[in-house]
């Protein structure tokens, strides 16, 4: 797909604060181990064959940009086209729209204008989920409307998710929140590189808007149709939904479909060792990253890189990043630990399917 560029936002904040995006951005929040967010986002784009994307920079860069590099293993390190970090800025008045700030496009339209591209695909980093761009392109081509919106029917109640009013799959408007039944938008959508131009005259003036929101009174002029997404997707835009996104994928059925052969999510490759599992160690259900040595038990949880869980100790239906020491007879249990963390030997985390017990992350 030579005929497209991307853009991926990641400078936005959520509502609801989290020791978890304390320094850093969602984009860059690790996930079943050894991936970030982000890296959904970039694979869909490359795995469609997009060569030039632009990555909008978040003001707490540092980690996505340790992350992504110059998009090396995303093969977007390259002479034409490639990995582009963009200036963000903060986020506007609106805090309930989608992810698409109309002062961040104009800010880059250097972008857009340098480009020879027909459309650009945009997309944020809250929704998880592996899909070929190219059918949505292909789509959006073919209806002759201005933009196409991904979306998919709301499986349950979520605030954060954009809904649209569809007639057909003619969008007429759009409501913040969602409820079972309605149109979610996935915080994707495709549009000509010259309409878009042409759309940040328009809406210049109304910069601290999102775009859907600037273009709420005129989707009558503008062709705005959605395209639905029948695969498996989360939205993560609170700390629950990002466990239950994480422990979605000790299902065998969900992990076959987000990671199929054919489409692979690509991330940040790091030269680990093997997990050692020790001699009287005991684990079922659990997703373990390279280079941990597990001597305790592990059950229903996820473990980053590096995680030692020493004789005696135990983890249950957790999420411990990377570089932790789960000391001996500690125990872990409906929990976060963020990275770099020691549990002291005899202590416990212990929290409740409904209450998670978070610990932040740990000075280097």
Same mark, same amino acid.
């Given at each position: 797909m030579q005929n497209a560029i991307g853009l991926i936002t990641a400078n936005y904040s959520t509502k609801e604060p989290s020791v978890l995006t304390e320094s850093r951005p969602i984009a860059s929040l690790p996930f079943l181990g050894r991936y970030r967010l982000?890296?959904?986002? $970039?694979?869909?784009?490359?795995?469609?064959?997009?060569?030039?994307? #632009? *990555?909008?920079?978040?003001?707490?860069? +540092?980690?996505?940009?340790?992350? =992504?590099?110059?998009?090396?293993?995303?093969? *977007?390190s390259r002479k034409k086209g490639g990995l582009f970090n963009l200036p963000g800025s903060a986020f506007g008045t !609106? /805090?309930? %729209? !989608?992810?698409?700030?109309?002062r961040d496009l104009v800010h880059n339209k250097i972008f857009f204008e340098r480009s020879h591209e027909d459309y650009v695909i945009l997309s944020s980093c809250n929704f998880v989920y592996n899909m070929d761009y190219r059918n949505l392109i292909s789509a959006h081509a073919s209806s002759g409307a201005d933009i196409t919106v991904l979306t998919q029917t709301a499986k349950g109640k979520d605030e954060d998710v954009i809904g649209f009013?569809? &007639?057909?799959? +003619?969008?007429? #408007?759009?409501?913040? %929140?969602?409820?079972?039944?309605?149109?979610?938008? $996935?915080?994707?959508?495709?549009?000509?590189?010259?309409? $878009? $131009?042409?759309?940040? &005259?328009?809406?210049?003036?109304?910069?601290?808007?999102?775009?859907?929101?600037?273009?709420?009174?005129?989707?009558? /002029? =503008?062709?705005?149709?959605?395209?639905?997404?029948?695969?498996?997707?989360?939205?993560?835009?609170n700390t629950r939904?990002?466990?239950?996104?994480?422990?979605?994928?000790?299902r065998p059925e969900v992990s076959d479909e987000l990671f199929p052969v054919e489409r692979p999510i690509r991330t940040k490759a790091h030269d680990n060792a093997p997990a050692k599992f020790e001699s009287g160690s005991h684990v079922t259900n659990?997703?373990?990253?390279?280079?941990? +040595?597990?001597? %305790?038990? =592990?059950?229903?949880?996820?473990?980053?890189?590096?995680?030692v869980v020493e004789s005696g100790a135990a983890v249950r239906n957790s999420i411990v990043m990377q570089n932790c020491i789960i000391k001996s007879g500690a125990h872990v249990e409906n929990a976060i630990?963020? +990275?770099?963390?020691?549990?002291?030997? %005899?202590? &416990?985390?212990? #929290?409740?399917?409904d209450a998670l017990f978070i610990k932040g992350k740990a000075r280097e």
């Open positions: 982000v890296d959904f986002a $970039l694979s869909n784009m490359v795995n469609a064959g997009i060569t030039t994307v #632009g *990555l909008v920079m978040p003001y707490n860069y +540092r980690s996505l940009t340790d992350h =992504v590099g110059a998009g090396k293993d995303w093969g *977007l !609106s /805090r309930t %729209g !989608s992810r698409f700030l109309v009013d569809v &007639e057909g799959n +003619r969008v007429k #408007g759009l409501k913040h %929140g969602v409820v079972f039944g309605d149109t979610a938008f $996935l915080d994707c959508f495709v549009i000509g590189r010259k309409a $878009l $131009l042409q759309m940040l &005259e328009w809406y210049e003036a109304t910069d601290y808007l999102d775009i859907f929101e600037a273009l709420s009174s005129d989707y009558e /002029r =503008v062709n705005v149709q959605s395209f639905n997404y029948e695969g498996y997707m989360v939205p993560v835009f939904a990002y466990f239950k996104a994480n422990m979605d994928l000790l659990a997703h373990i990253s390279g280079s941990c +040595r597990i001597y %305790g038990s =592990v059950a229903d949880s996820i473990l980053g890189r590096s995680v630990v963020d +990275r770099n963390n020691i549990v002291p030997a %005899g202590t &416990e985390l212990r #929290g409740t399917p």
